[in-house]
């Protein structure tokens, strides 16, 4: 009955309310809370999507399937997205369109040097901003017919996710954390609260990536990203 089910799917013909029927999407991302967003909009796109949280992940999805359209968050726990956009941008065959992620909008130079189609700039909250530049980007011969729809609604993601996302922070911060995982939860903390729109979080986050860029001691932004990832596990998140 899966399989069944697979397959309808599959043959079915894009609509202006859903422009990606029939299409699978391959999301690299390492924020449930960013990934819930992605998962939204594939399906009011009619997309299937499959996630992958790190470089090695996508590799091990990528040597079975073979998505239409991947999308490679940048900061990952295992390295730079950059890396597996230029191994996908230069393989035979080629995936149909290649986008990157970040909510570093400075990065995207570097991305599309790397070979990526176009450039995400997180959060992504419009329907009708995501649907038009994957189309943006697709081929040709692999573009549905008709245009998207015209629904820009803004997707918001459930909390719970976020909370996972916190609860990872909270545990890499309860161990002795080096200087790389610092610079990693520097990274990830400010993209999700920048989805979030929480920015007493996002400043916190950044003002220990400059900190850690100074060589400077990393106590004090430290000391309030514990205090706020834990009041926001204790329910003061506010959207």
């Given at each position: 009955?899966?399989?069944?089910?697979?397959?309808f799917?599959a043959?079915?013909?894009p609509?202006?309310a859903?422009?990606?029927?029939?299409?699978?999407?391959?999301?690299?991302e390492?924020?449930?809370f960013?990934?819930?967003a992605m998962?939204?909009?594939?399906?009011r796109?009619?997309?299937?999507l499959?996630?992958?949280?790190?470089?090695?992940?996508?590799?091990?999805?990528?040597?079975t399937?073979?998505p239409t359209v991947?999308?490679?968050?940048?900061?990952?726990?295992d390295?730079?997205?950059?890396?597996?956009?230029r191994?996908?941008a230069y393989?035979?065959?080629?995936?149909?369109a290649l986008?990157?992620?970040s909510?570093d909008?400075?990065?995207?130079?570097?991305?599309?040097?790397?070979?990526?189609?176009?450039f995400?700039?997180?959060p992504?909250?419009?329907?009708?901003?995501?649907q038009?530049?994957?189309?943006?980007?697709l081929?040709?011969e692999t573009?549905?017919?008709?245009a998207?729809?015209?629904?820009?609604?803004?997707i918001?993601?459930?909390?719970?996710?976020?909370r996972?996302?916190l609860?990872?922070?909270?545990?890499?911060l309860?161990?002795?954390?080096?200087g790389?995982q610092?610079?990693?939860v520097?990274?990830?903390?400010?993209?999700?609260?920048?989805?979030a729109?929480?920015?007493?979080?996002q400043?916190?986050a950044?003002?220990?990536?400059?900190?850690?860029?100074?060589?400077?001691?990393?106590?004090?932004?430290?000391?309030?990203?514990?205090h706020?990832?834990?009041e926001?596990?204790?329910?003061?998140?506010?959207?």
């Amino acid at each position: 009955m899966a399989d069944e089910l697979t397959d309808f799917i599959a043959t079915r013909h894009p609509t202006p309310a859903r422009p990606f029927q029939g299409l699978t999407f391959l999301v690299v991302e390492d924020s449930r809370f960013a990934c819930e967003a992605m998962r939204l909009m594939c399906l009011r796109s009619g997309a299937r999507l499959r996630r992958a949280d790190c470089l090695r992940s996508a590799r091990r999805h990528l040597r079975t399937y073979r998505p239409t359209v991947v999308m490679i968050d940048l900061g990952l726990p295992d390295g730079s997205g950059l890396d597996l956009i230029r191994d996908l941008a230069y393989h035979v065959p080629r995936v149909p369109a290649l986008l990157a992620m970040s909510g570093d909008t400075t990065a995207e130079g570097a991305a599309l040097e790397a070979g990526a189609d176009g450039f995400l700039a997180k959060p992504i909250e419009s329907l009708l901003a995501f649907q038009s530049m994957v189309l943006g980007v697709l081929p040709s011969e692999t573009r549905p017919v008709l245009a998207c729809g015209a629904d820009g609604d803004r997707i918001t993601p459930d909390p719970l996710a976020l909370r996972d996302d916190l609860a990872h922070i909270a545990d890499l911060l309860g161990h002795e954390a080096d200087g790389e995982q610092l610079d990693y939860v520097a990274q990830f903390l400010s993209g999700i609260a920048r989805s979030a729109h929480d920015a007493p979080l996002q400043a916190a986050a950044e003002a220990l990536a400059r900190d850690r860029r100074a060589g400077r001691a990393t106590g004090d932004p430290l000391s309030r990203i514990n205090h706020l990832v834990r009041e926001r596990l204790a329910g003061g998140m506010a959207f």
